[in-house]
């Protein structure tokens, strides 16, 4: 059963821990992508990855960090550093069609509280 | 200007009716569109995506492209209670570039 899987569902986190989200595919893509959405906004792309053991900050990458050691594998570290980061986290995998297209697909989300 | 303008909605439409969702972009470099809808809660799941001008149909589903005006729409032919959720708009340059997300229109359908 081919897929993203995000773990866990649910987090909660006290203020100055430091939590590490879960994101694994089985897909084969190239390409794993990490985005917040808050209530009543966009998407936003934290950090993104086209190949292993490279990534690229994205427009909101202070208070995160993330490694790709394997391609199967890109998780999410939100550090203290993250004055806000109360959100639902999306992972995304992406693979270029012959026309040098990404199409992205979404896992099934971390919804993350500080307590 | 925003990269990608949708209308927050809600867009509310009687069930068998047409909906219809808008979307302009400022790149004009975008080379493709791509259409999801999220439900509360949930994650967003791809609908359609499109490439050339014109229209392309799937199902009850077509998108709509301008590359001109800069515009790209989604019509819901026959809206079910079940069609109810935010559609996120995103164009994309190509390559190497990053997808750019919408906010998305919230889609009401009424019973």
């Known amino acids: 059963d081919g897929g993203i899987t995000q773990s866990p569902k649910y987090l909660f986190r006290k203020e100055g821990q430091n939590v590490t989200l879960s994101c694994e595919q089985n897909?084969?893509?190239?390409?794993m992508y990490w985005y917040r959405q808050d209530p009543g906004q966009g998407l936003r792309l934290i950090y993104y990855?086209?190949?292993?053991?490279?990534?690229q900050k994205g427009d909101i990458a202070e208070g995160y960090s993330v490694s790709r050691e394997k391609k199967e594998s890109f998780p999410l570290t939100v550090t203290s550093a993250q004055k806000n980061p109360t959100a639902f986290y999306l992972c995304a995998s992406s693979m270029k069609d012959l026309l040098l297209t990404d199409t992205q697909y979404f896992g099934p989300g971390t919804r993350l509280t500080v307590l | 200007q925003k990269e990608v303008e949708q209308n927050s909605g809600p867009l509310s439409v009687p069930e068998g009716a047409i909906a219809s969702l808008n979307c302009t972009y400022s790149?004009?470099?975008?080379?493709?569109f791509f259409w999801y809808r999220q439900y509360s809660g949930k994650s967003p799941e791809l609908i359609m995506s499109i490439y050339s001008n014109g229209d392309k149909e799937d199902g009850r589903f077509t998108a709509q492209l301008n590359k001109a005006s800069q515009y790209v729409s989604l019509l819901i032919r026959d809206s079910q209670p079940s069609d109810s959720a935010t559609y996120l708009c995103a164009p994309y340059l190509g390559g190497y570039q990053k997808v750019t997300f919408g906010i998305g229109t919230k889609l009401q359908v009424i019973p």
């Open positions: 790149d004009r470099g975008s080379q493709s």
């Open positions: 897909l084969n893509h190239d390409a």
């Open positions: 990855s086209q190949i292993v053991n490279d990534f």
